[in-house]
């Protein structure tokens, strides 16, 4: 049976824990992302992200969403952990952990996890600019079915 961790948490990620939570003696390769909020997005000058989230339902479907990852790519552990409140620029918003016995399934996972999350999960992602001024931001439109093998 795989492992799988998926939390919601108000503070820093620590990445050293998510990566220990995917180790395991069957796996050959761990791949971990770690989604952090960067300075400038287009012509918008950063100063924070702010995420909020329906917490039940984004925990059940972060866990649906990691559970799917392991049985579609053969994980041998995967973890997720996203950030809720006030991430400011350089923190990571995310960290997404995949590891199975070879690197192509861990990549391919990590990758169709991060779109998935985007897609079905119940969290909202507010940008704050340098000028104070506050905009939701929402995610692109992506096709899983060409990243889903």
Do not use: N
């Not at 997005?41 to 990852?69: K, N």
């Not at 350089?90 to 070879?102: C, M």
Request: proline residues 4%.
């Amino acid at each position: 049976m795989s492992a799988v961790l998926c939390r919601l948490v108000h503070d820093r990620i620590d990445t050293t824990a998510v990566l220990a939570a995917v180790a395991g003696d069957a796996a050959g390769a761990t791949v971990l992302f770690v989604g952090t909020t960067r300075a400038v997005t287009g012509d918008i000058i950063t100063r924070s992200l702010d995420y909020e989230a329906h917490e039940p339902l984004a925990e059940a479907q972060l866990r649906h969403a990691a559970d799917e990852a392991v049985t579609a790519f053969g994980l041998t552990a995967c973890a997720v952990v996203h950030r809720l409140g006030r991430v400011p620029v350089g923190e990571a918003s995310v960290a997404v952990a995949a590891s199975a016995p070879h690197r192509r399934a861990a990549f391919a996972a990590a990758e169709w996890l991060m779109e998935r999350i985007k897609q079905v999960v119940p969290i909202w992602k507010r940008e704050e600019a340098a000028d104070g001024s506050r905009t939701w931001v929402h995610p692109d439109d992506v096709s899983l079915a060409e990243s889903h093998p």
